[in-house]
């Protein structure tokens, strides 16, 4: 008999959806027909329109006012903070949640986002013993978990890194509910890390016809970061290679881009939001993006170096620090210095090369959400050992 599981998400960014979707087509991949998924986001689809307003404001906060995003992350930085928030503003959500599993049934539910955790597993707790659906939640941030990752409700944690790991059972997380499978990411990017000639191909195939290195920037699904500044200083420099900007659901940037003087002997391809990432990844010789841990994770699987040139304070700050001590990125927020790591990158001799790439291979978890989805399953309980050991 089909099982229905139901996924939670909210679009603060993409990361979150890109993880829900990911572990969706895996078990639907290792279990056919065993699963009718639901991916829903209750802050639009189950709560007060001016709720769905507020995740909103993710966007313009991230893109044009860090700090107020680094303010809240902070200001709610603690256990006593996040049940204030919970058992508050965000009571909201719950009539729709409670809806939604008490319409649905659902043999399981799952939560991919921090602020629909403590709200959610309240809810769980609530309903009749019997009635009570497993309640899991999957981690998408590498390093630093703010609290509200942490309900008490969850029978099980998806955690991406075993730092992550160290930070759920430093706020008193039963061991045994945690499991560190890496970050899930689309099924796209398990393909064998691309040689020289696949992207060749994959250029070919994207329209990038001239044998100058490819340099790809992004900023997350809405385009975050001085990308435009970075595309300016990559064009005003002697080293010639062509620009690809993925603006995501950044339309302003896509507009302004598109006003810059393009030198003759240079490209710059302007993109919206791209449905086809994994091959702009792959395609790529050096990749720019903020600290988003999905973009970060699938250039860290398509093996393909990348330079840092935004986070977002809080959460994205620790993934910095991470990448810098394993020498796998650098950071700076100045489009100059970040065109002179590109460069640094491109001038790489075969040894230097190889070893970074070896680096990236180390960090990259391109089986996550298969992990997740061959996990032997009890009532939807992962019973068996974590990759790595608690
Ligand atoms: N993404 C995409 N198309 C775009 C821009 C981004 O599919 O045009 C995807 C990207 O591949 C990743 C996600 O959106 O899976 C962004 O997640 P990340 O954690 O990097 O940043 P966020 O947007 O959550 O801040």
Redesign the pocket.
Same mark, same amino acid.
């Not at 603060?12 to 979150?16: F, N, Q, W």
């Given at each position: 008999m089909t099982q229905r599981l139901l996924f939670l998400i909210a679009d603060? =960014?993409?990361?979150?959806r890109?993880s829900a979707n990911a572990v969706s087509a895996a078990l639907h991949a290792a279990h056919p027909d065993m699963f009718d998924i639901s991916i829903v986001d209750p802050f639009v689809e189950a709560a007060p329109s001016f709720a769905g307003a507020t995740t909103g404001l993710y966007a313009p906060i991230?893109r044009h006012v860090r700090w107020l995003w680094g303010g809240i992350y902070y200001a709610t930085n603690s256990a006593l903070a996040v049940e204030g928030v919970s058992r508050s503003i965000l009571t909201l959500l719950s009539p729709g949640i409670r809806s939604l599993i008490d319409e649905m049934q659902p043999s399981a539910v799952v939560s991919f986002h921090p602020l629909l955790n403590h709200v959610t597993g309240r809810i769980i707790q609530e309903l009749p013993s019997g009635g009570r659906p497993p309640f899991l939640t999957v981690v998408?941030d590498f390093i630093n978990l703010h609290p509200f990752w942490f309900s008490p409700a969850a029978d099980a944690i998806v955690l991406p890194t075993t730092q992550a790991l160290r930070g759920c059972l430093r706020h008193g997380i039963r061991p045994d509910r945690c499991h560190v499978f890496g970050l899930p990411?689309g099924p796209s990017f398990t393909a064998p890390q691309p040689d020289a000639r696949e992207k060749k191909r994959l250029r070919s195939d994207l329209g990038c016809l001239s044998s100058r290195p490819l340099v790809v920037i992004?900023g =997350?699904?809405?385009g975050?970061g001085k990308l435009r500044g970075i595309a300016e200083e990559l064009l005003s420099r002697d080293e010639p290679v062509d620009t690809v900007v993925?603006c995501?659901k950044n339309e302003h940037l896509r507009e302004e881009l598109s006003r810059i003087a393009v030198p003759h002997d240079r490209n710059l391809i302007i993109?919206?939001?791209?449905?086809n990432?994994v091959d702009w990844l792959r395609a790529a010789d050096v990749v720019v993006?903020?600290a988003?841990?999905?973009?970060?994770m699938?250039a860290l699987c398509s093996g393909t170096p990348f330079v840092l040139c935004w986070y977002?304070p809080g959460q994205e700050r620790g993934t910095v620090t991470w990448l810098r001590q394993h020498q796998v990125s650098r950071y700076s927020p100045n489009p100059h210095r970040v065109v002179d790591f590109i460069n640094e990158i491109l001038a790489f001799s075969p040894s230097e090369k190889h070893a970074l790439l070896e680096r990236i291979r180390t960090l990259a978890t391109p089986h996550a959400s298969s992990s997740i989805a061959a996990q032997r399953i009890e009532g939807y309980r992962i019973t068996s050992h974590s990759r790595e050991t608690v």
């Open positions: 603060t =960014g993409g990361g979150h890109a991230a998408t990411i992004c =997350g699904a809405d975050a993925i995501g993109q919206g939001f791209v449905t990432m993006t903020k988003g841990p999905g973009t970060v699938e977002l």
